[in-house]
């Protein structure tokens, strides 16, 4: 559960396109049969279906076979805007609370575990939204449907519950205050609002998160948690039919409420002058960020004005990374939107190392925004940025799991129609068009950084109303669906049954063809350099090689190089991408040229350096580096220069400034080649064509290095408690770890792997998170990993999670008394169960993803397997006992040797301890 921020990167209308999915199904979207009782049918664009029912609740149905999982999504019309004064933050606490139960689902957390669902919950300006992701069935269907008519009016928002989450809530709101650039925003939404509720972070403010009332929540949930408020989506494999009549049974004997909403009137008046603002605070970076007021999202400009940010903001091709980054003024520079229902803001900033002078990039940076109107887009500039959009849409057509999400923030606008009609505008927004919102809203006397100046013409931009959704939609005429795609079964059989196996050279290469939505294809290239003794000494000349390949070649500038990964659809890295069937084979020869000729250019390299230098001190005081850093000094047993070697923040700075480039050219001549090397496809292409490709491209590229794997030997380690000082710090880390000796083939290994997700990687309802967040409130987030060795005997439990300072050794006790508890009491049949049904269902569920496939395939060729044993791997934990989890647990886990660091404000820490004394 967690606070978003609706930041454009596409036009308004695309934003939820571009991190998430919106397609046409496979299958009709309207129903056969004859509708339920008072069900109405509404608009249907590409395979989604509209349908109210007659209390209100509108119902959107996507059908779509492409994969067997489901989303079920709620989405309602209430976000941080509709909060009154004292209350900041009440809809995002009211999104932890509706996890804490309802009615006929007491445990909601709990059987969201059982069942291996994704699920999670999101707050905006505008709305809140809940989802879930699961394996498709009749059975899990059902449920998520029946638990989301539930809590729709039944969540029980008790005061108990109000106790503990409001730490955690309040845990997550210093977390976001450890952050240099979430503080500057906040500070940049309340200076630039007067008086709309858009000024206000929809994680609220700290006082009101902590004295909230349970009875304004109540009455809050009461108003907007009602069916005439809220949208739901069902998009995956399921029954339509059946599907409908079912949400018509659970939703519709919910009451039309009886309630008015209320109305907001307030608008925004137009800024009559500059402002500016200081944030200070110990920190390793300087910031500067300007603000400008944008109309509405519903507003035409708006989709242009995405075009101006893009223009600006784009790296490595925009003109604010040429005239900032390239000549080096600053590290780093950004430019999105925040905007939604109502008028927001346009952000655009640099990041300046510390010690460096800001003036000068700040003035750079406002003349670079406010001379943008005088200096319209070119047409390379406009192409560019409208190939990228149409990229991201197509990308994002062609992932069925996300597209609840992806409609939330269209439904808040209004009608999730919207999203089509932004799509369509992006294909005729001009440059002349891009010139002139410029020069309308990126004025001085509408910028957030200066002072008042009082003279006789100030220059004000008046921000537009938004227009009817109606008068949008007039016009909209929405296009058929031409897209398809196979039923595939995501078992290892199936796997196995339609993957062919071949060796290209030194190359082990799995194929697996499969028809996929906009005839997408996956690459996964698993790439060996050097061995233990010729790497020794390197420092961070391997990690720069390796970040230099996309920075030019021989045959492209990094400006060129980007247009060319565009023009070939390719999304990812040299060596895990995606494309599409027709640009399968140029994406490969282009990886190949890229990974074989890179050119290394002086200029980015020093940028490169200097980038890496800003994020390496700006990491220097945040309590999870330093931790993090702590823990593995201590666990460390090999000398320095060994890659294995964990290094301390003067090292890698020493490192990095030692880097030449000559170093860089010297390795990548050594080191790189693709024999051995193991290669996995995945998707839509034609294997008999690709396989020679791949032999003709990677097959005899041979380093003159040696190649070894590089192994890890386990080691007993005494353990280590230490607290680290992160002064002005608001949240603090904690991070534990315990070495063992273990392997995946190990007996032991599916039991520890059962007990692990019981204990804290099983999500909310997992041991350590139920102790630590749901009762104790002391953490928003934290888990258990286990690691076993592939190839070696190097593995290791770990645990970790976030929490105030001043509750860093509550946390420290909590977590150590869980541990010993499952030591010494054992773990229960129901959780056994229950950890069995939520991991084999994760398991199926990332097969079905063709990037975790793809990464799959060449991990197990690496160590000569296949998804055999992943098979076999699978009935081992379905065949494991209470007896040998609780035995296999006991015999791994000592809490005596558990090693300990935690990091945070000790000031904070102690004046906490004085304030609430242990009893």
């Known amino acids: 559960m967690n606070s978003t921020l609706y930041r ?194 929809t994680i609220g403010n700290r006082s009101d998160i902590e ?20 949208v739901l989506l069902v998009a995956g494999k399921f029954d339509t039919n059946a599907t409908l009549a079912k949400i018509a049974r659970l939703f519709g004997t919910i009451p039309k409420p009886k309630r008015t909403l209320p109305a907001f009137w307030t608008v925004e008046p137009t800024q009559d002058g500059e402002r500016s603002f200081a944030v200070r605070r110990q920190g390793d970076v300087q910031i500067v960020m300007l603000g400008y007021k944008v109309p509405s999202s ?37 430019s999105f939107g925040e905007t939604g229902y109502a008028p927001g803001l346009q952000y655009v900033g640099a990041v300046v190392k510390k010690g460096e002078p800001v003036e000068p990039v700040r003035a750079a940076l406002t003349e670079a925004v406010e001379s943008f109107g005088d200096k319209p887009p070119t047409n390379d500039e406009m192409a560019r940025i409208r190939r990228m959009y149409e990229n991201e849409m197509e990308r994002s057509l062609n992932d069925p799991q996300r597209v609840g999400v992806a409609l939330s923030e269209t439904i808040a606008l209004g009608d999730w129609r919207l999203f089509f009609t932004g799509r369509e505008r992006i294909k005729t927004i001009t440059a002349a068009e891009v010139a002139a919102v410029a020069k309308r809203y990126f004025k001085r006397d509408n910028r957030v950084t200066g002072t008042f100046l009082p003279e006789d013409a100030p220059q004000r931009a008046v921000i537009p109303p938004a227009p009817s959704v109606e008068s949008i939609l007039k016009e909209f005429k929405p296009q058929a669906s031409t897209r398809v795609s196979e039923d595939f079964e995501p078992t290892q059989d199936n796997i196995l049954k339609r993957t062919q196996l071949v060796t290209k050279g030194g190359v082990k290469l799995a194929l697996l063809p499969k028809k996929n939505r906009g005839e997408a294809v996956t690459v996964d290239l698993r790439q060996h350099i050097g061995d233990e003794k010729n790497l020794f000494g390197k420092g961070a000349v391997p990690e720069l090689t390796g970040a230099m390949l996309m920075r030019g070649t021989s045959r492209y500038t990094r400006e060129q190089l980007a247009d060319e990964f565009d023009r070939l659809r390719i999304a990812g890295s040299p060596t895990h991408f995606q494309t599409t069937r027709e640009h399968l084979a140029d ?62 923040f003067d090292e890698d700075l020493a490192e990095l400034n030692g880097a030449r480039l000559e170093d860089l050219r010297a390795f990548h001549r050594e080191f790189y080649g693709t024999v051995p090397a ?70 032991d290994y599916p039991a520890l792997t059962l007990a692990n997700y019981i204990f804290g990687e099983g999500g909310l309802r997992s041991r350590l998170m139920d102790r630590i967040r749901q009762k104790d409130g002391l953490s928003y987030g934290g888990g258990s990993q286990l690691e076993a060795g592939d190839l070696d005997r190097a593995g290791a439990f770990g645990i970790s999670a976030i929490a105030a300072p001043q509750n860093l050794q509550r946390l420290d006790a909590a977590i150590r008394a869980e541990l010993a508890r499952a030591v010494k009491d054992g773990f229960t049949a129901a959780e056994l169960a229950g950890a069995k049904s939520g991991l084999m269902q994760q398991r199926q569920q990332t097969r079905s993803d063709d990037g975790a496939l793809a990464a799959g395939w060449t991990s197990y060729l690496y160590r000569d397997r296949t998804y055999e044993w992943s098979r076999q791997f699978e009935a081992k934990l379905m065949a494991v006992t209470l007896p040998q989890l609780n035995a296999a647990f006991r015999k791994a886990i000592d809490p005596s040797k558990l090693s300990v660091v935690m990091a945070g404000d000790q000031d904070k820490a102690k004046a906490g301890a004085k304030a609430n004394p242990a009893p």
């Open 8 to 201: 454009r990167g596409l036009p308004a209308h695309l934003i939820a396109g571009a991190f998430a999915f919106l397609a046409a199904g496979s299958a009709l979207s309207a129903p056969k049969a004859p509708l339920p009782s008072g069900v109405t049918l509404g608009p249907s664009v590409e395979g989604i279906t509209e349908y109210r029912l007659p209390n209100g609740l509108k119902v959107l149905l996507f059908p779509d076979t492409s994969r067997p999982t489901v989303t079920v999504n709620v989405t309602y019309l209430v976000g941080s805007r509709h909060e009154n004064y004292g209350e900041t933050g009440m809809a995002h606490l009211l999104e932890h609370l509706l996890f804490k139960g309802a009615k006929k689902n007491p445990d909601i957390t709990r059987q969201f575990a059982d069942r291996g669902m994704d699920f999670n919950g999101t707050t905006s300006l505008d709305r809140t939204n809940y989802y879930e992701v699961f394996q498709a069935s009749q059975a899990n269907l059902d449920w998520a449907l029946q638990m989301e008519a539930d809590r729709m009016t039944g969540s029980f928002i008790a005061q108990k519950d109000l106790d503990s989450e409001m730490t955690v809530v309040r845990n997550e709101f210093e977390s976001g205050e450890n952050s240099p650039s979430g503080v500057l925003m906040k500070r940049m939404q309340s200076i630039a609002y007067d008086w709309h509720s858009y000024g206000r972070s």
């Open 211 to 230: 004295n909230v009332r349970i009875g304004n929540l109540q009455a809050f949930y009461r108003m907007y948690y009602q069916p005439d408020n809220a």
């Open 298 to 334: 519903l507003h035409d400009d708006s989709d242009v004005m995405a075009f101006a940010s893009a223009i600006l903001g784009d790296v490595p091709t925009g003109r604010l990374h040429k005239q900032l980054v390239e000549t080096g003024k600053a590290s780093q520079v950004f």
């Open 587 to 648: 994406a490969l020869r282009l990886v190949a040229h890229v990974m074989k000729e890179p050119a290394f250019p002086q200029a980015e390299f020093e940028q490169l350096r200097r980038q890496s230098l800003v994020a390496l001190e700006g990491s220097r005081a945040e309590p999870q580096a330093v931790a993090a850093r702590a823990l593995s000094h201590h666990f460390d047993q090999y000398p320095k220069g060994d890659v294995r070697h964990a290094n301390s």
């Open 678 to 747: 193991e290669m996995a496809i995945v998707g839509d292409f034609d294997a008999a064509a690709i396989a020679p490709l791949v032999d003709e491209l990677f097959g005899a590229w041979k380093p003159q290095a040696n190649v070894a794997p590089i192994l890890r030997r386990h080691a007993d380690v005494a353990p280590l408690k230490t607290t680290l000082d992160t002064p002005d710090k608001e949240n603090g880390f904690y991070t534990a770890r315990l070495n063992l000796d273990l392997n995946i083939d190990d007996p």
